[in-house]
């Protein structure tokens, strides 16, 4: 996802300094006018502003914080916007760090997936200093929909809020994917099912859209399972540390699992309904 979001700020007319452990895509970017940079220091050394977009809470750890990471070479001054989906524990620690070297860190993950980077039309849930997220909106409209680019509060809040959008896809997805096993097993054309569906109470943007990838057996990625997988683990993770219940995403964990195991890591998130449906013996 950070190679689209790249090239948005590249068009918009900002200078970039990338670097990836993904040469292709650092080539691509360089195409498109960025510079490339040997390192993680290297790309924050001449930087007032330093965006990373990564898989998981210990590949950021090490860019910010490991050798030749970011926070060797950051200027004072310097924001920091990690667009990642990490814990929100570690984002406070990082945040801290940031602070010590005189800069500051907003952390903004974002929902929409590789298609909402690609059409730069991504919602992004933003925690740390008010202030500097003004500063930071307009590079972040560059990316996102300006209008689905909201400020939730202090640090780490933009990674609650992101587990929180997780979590309600999870149950939304379980829900569609069960109507459509019964409405299949019962002998009713789920497609039907879905239609009336879309003008009722039951309509939402999951059945909408993954309810119809479900319907034509559609499961490119648009966000893989493994990285769904990887968000519901620091979804529990979070419920553990604030002493929340969380039964029916424990649930949906568990056919998230059924799915990587089946060897489905790689498909688009909405697949788990094909987890369902082999329950139901519903083809």
């Given amino acids: 996802m950070g190679k689209p979001m790249a090239k948005h700020l590249a068009a918009a007319g900002h200078r970039l300094i990338v670097h990836s452990r993904s040469k292709p895509a650092v080539d691509e970017l360089v195409s498109a006018g960025a510079t490339a940079a040997t390192s993680a220091a290297d790309a924050a050394a001449g930087a007032t502003i330093v965006i990373t977009m990564l898989p998981d809470t210990a590949d950021v750890e090490l860019v910010l914080a490991g050798a030749n990471g970011v926070l060797s070479a950051l200027q004072r001054g310097t924001t920091v916007i990690d667009m990642s989906s990490i814990s929100p524990v570690a984002t406070e620690k990082l945040a801290s760090l940031v602070a010590a070297k005189g800069g500051s860190m907003l952390d903004a993950p974002v ?39 909201i400020y939730i509060g202090r640090s780490g809040a933009g990674q609650i809020c992101k587990i929180c959008n997780q979590v309600a896809i999870g149950g939304a997805l379980a829900g569609v994917s069960e109507a459509f ?43 893989r399972t493994k990285l769904y997988q990887k968000d519901l683990r620091i ?49």
């Fill in 111 to 149: 929902s929409g997936g590789e298609i909402g980077a690609i059409n730069a039309s991504l919602s992004i849930m933003v925690g740390g200093d008010e202030s500097v997220f003004a500063k930071m909106k307009p590079i972040l409209a560059v990316m996102g929909n300006a209008e689905r680019i």
């Fill in 235 to 283: 979804a529990n993770e979070a419920a553990a540390a604030n002493s929340v219940a969380m039964p029916a995403t424990a649930l949906v964990t568990q056919l998230v699992n059924a799915l990587v195991a089946a060897g489905g890591a790689d498909l688009d998130y909405s697949a788990i309904g094909t987890v369902l449906f082999g329950m139901a013996g519903a083809k």
């Fill in 181 to 223: 096993a019964l409405a299949k097993k019962a002998g009713v054309d789920p497609a039907r099912v879905r239609q009336a569906l879309l003008g009722g109470f039951a309509a939402s943007r999951v059945l909408e859209v993954h309810g119809e990838r479900m319907l034509i057996d559609n499961y490119k990625p648009g966000f």
